[in-house]
């Protein structure tokens, strides 16, 4: 059974920084495509980053610059380091992993920038 079990997450200043990770119960080799979600009150869930099987990686508008996805295959986690956290950054923070079998999501994190 595939289980995704964030981390990380807490309250920051705005500027500040939190790395939040992403530990899976299988190789995240067997995954497509790995990728944080975030979902904030009233908003829709938005990706905010994504890694493929080669490394590639994509991010959201909002987070370039900021936010940086990786992943260390052989302690089968996904990383999220967030940098210049911003107010509007406070989000629900979740995992997600793709793969043929099916698709899988964390339990999420909580992510709260205020001063």
């Known amino acids: 059974q595939v289980q995704l079990a964030e981390s990380g997450g807490g309250m920051v200043q705005p500027g500040g920084s939190l790395r939040l990770s992403c530990a899976a119960s299988v190789s995240i080799g067997i995954f497509n495509h790995m990728a944080w979600y975030r979902q904030a009150p009233g908003v829709q869930r938005e990706r905010v980053a994504f890694?493929?099987?080669?490394?590639?990686?994509n991010y959201a508008d909002s987070v370039k610059g900021r936010f940086t996805i990786s992943r260390d295959n052989a302690k089968k986690t996904v990383y999220l380091q967030m940098n210049s956290l911003k107010p509007e950054d406070t989000a629900v923070y979740y995992c997600f992993a793709f793969s043929s079998r099916g698709n899988y999501w964390g339990q999420g994190t909580q992510v709260t920038v205020s001063s």
């Open positions: 890694i493929g099987n080669s490394g590639s990686t």
